[in-house]
């Protein structure tokens, strides 16, 4: 084997080993979250108009003027697209002194093999770290910055509003009401379930007027694994758990609990999150499978493979999704 032959090595034997491996990991977030995907014009960032929405319809008679609205945006949200690669090479020398193609196609191999199940990894960690930090009071820059070239996000903390994902006293731009989607100290129980769900669907439902808008509809309830358990008693029982009376228990067949071992921060041990699956709240950005290159340095007789993906998430709603027990800090 010689140095010539690598091209032909890494498109055989390395681009399919990697596509096969990131197919591989069982993907958690885009069964959750809308998915949408990263164009060219998407390479940076992207971003959009939260809206007040439209008033009420007003009473006319014939021939009288319409009653003149106004329709316009109350924030903006924005969206940084996160640029992930890592690179490994191959010389000459290296190509010369292993004797054969097989040593060098195990490298090319297990190189491929591991970005392509570490990227799959990265993108699922990024969104459940999201979540996870999505509750601070101080913000995080991280996860929630989403500047992008002449486009800077005055909030690069929080989401659009300037408050964390998960707040107690969410603002709307009309009017002096707040609004909550974090309950910091409410345990997962059947009651303090019904809670939330009553807030997300019945409370929150508002635009930014403080006009009621269609239902939310918040049917996923995902926990880390050590609240599987007590997750699924609650909602899959048929009588109420714990109840003394036969009480028919109202949360079965409502929710679908989604156990995540990513939600694996030290203060998530007993969190949980309810929300409206595939709703235009979180939304990912993602460029789909990994892309390789490769490029030949005729000064110092090596070949450099770049293996590459792209990636980002925003909220564009707080509405539609709660978390709870966790703590602000």
């Given at each position: 084997m010689d140095i010539s032959q690598v091209p032909e090595l890494?498109?055989?034997?390395?681009?399919?080993?990697?596509?096969?491996?990131?197919?591989?990991?069982?993907?958690?977030?885009?069964?959750?979250f809308r998915t949408e995907q990263i164009t060219d014009d998407r390479?940076?960032?992207?971003?959009?108009?939260?809206?007040?929405?439209?008033?009420?319809?007003?009473?006319?008679?014939?021939?009288?003027?319409?009653?003149?609205?106004?329709?316009?945006?109350a924030y903006t949200w924005y969206m940084q697209t996160q640029q992930w690669?890592?690179?490994?090479?191959?010389?000459?020398?290296m190509?010369?002194?292993?004797?054969?193609?097989?040593?060098?196609?195990?490298?090319?191999?297990?190189?491929?093999?591991?970005?392509?199940?570490?990227?799959?990894?990265?993108?699922?960690?990024?969104?459940?770290?999201?979540?996870?930090?999505?509750?601070?009071?101080?913000?995080?820059?991280?996860?929630f910055d989403g500047s992008f070239p002449e486009?800077?996000?005055?909030?690069?903390?929080?989401?659009?509003?300037?408050?964390?994902?998960?707040?107690t006293a969410h603002t709307i731009t009309i009017g002096a009401s707040t609004f909550a989607n974090h309950f910091p100290s409410t345990t997962l129980t059947h009651d303090n379930l019904q809670t939330v769900y009553n807030t997300v669907r019945s409370t929150n439902n508002v635009d930014e007027r403080g006009q009621k808008t269609a239902q939310i509809r918040p049917r996923t309830l995902l926990v880390p694994p050590s609240m599987e358990l007590t997750a699924r008693t609650l909602v899959e029982s048929i009588?109420?758990?714990?109840?003394?009376?036969?009480?028919?228990?109202?949360?079965?067949?409502?929710?679908?609990?989604?156990?995540?071992e990513l939600l694996?921060?030290?203060?998530?041990?007993?969190?949980?999150?309810?929300?409206?699956?595939?709703?235009?709240?979180?939304?990912?950005?993602?460029?789909?499978?990994?892309?390789?290159?490769?490029?030949?340095?005729?000064?110092?007789?090596?070949?450099?493979i770049t293996m590459e993906t792209h990636f980002g998430i925003t909220c564009r709603n707080w509405r539609q999704w709660a978390c709870a027990n966790k703590l602000a800090s």
């Open positions: 890494v498109n055989n034997e390395g681009y399919p080993l990697m596509i096969d491996s990131y197919g591989e990991i069982e993907r958690v977030a885009p069964r959750i390479l940076y960032g992207d971003k959009g108009s939260v809206l007040t929405g439209m008033g009420m319809p007003v009473a006319r008679k014939d021939k009288e003027q319409f009653t003149l609205d106004e329709f316009r945006s690669g890592l690179a490994f090479e191959i010389s000459d020398r190509v010369r002194a292993a004797g054969g193609v097989g040593r060098v196609q195990r490298l090319v191999q297990e190189q491929a093999r591991s970005f392509g199940k570490n990227a799959a990894l990265k993108k699922e960690q990024w969104v459940a770290d999201f979540l996870q930090q999505g509750t601070l009071t101080a913000g995080n820059a991280d996860y486009n800077a996000d005055p909030y690069p903390k929080f989401i659009y509003d300037g408050l964390p994902l998960f707040d009588n109420k758990p714990g109840g003394s009376n036969n009480d028919v228990n109202i949360h079965n067949g409502r929710f679908e609990v989604v156990p995540w694996n921060d030290t203060a998530s041990s007993a969190a949980w999150w309810l929300g409206e699956a595939q709703s235009d709240s979180i939304v990912i950005y993602d460029s789909g499978e990994p892309q390789m290159d490769m490029d030949y340095d005729k000064k110092r007789k090596t070949w450099t």
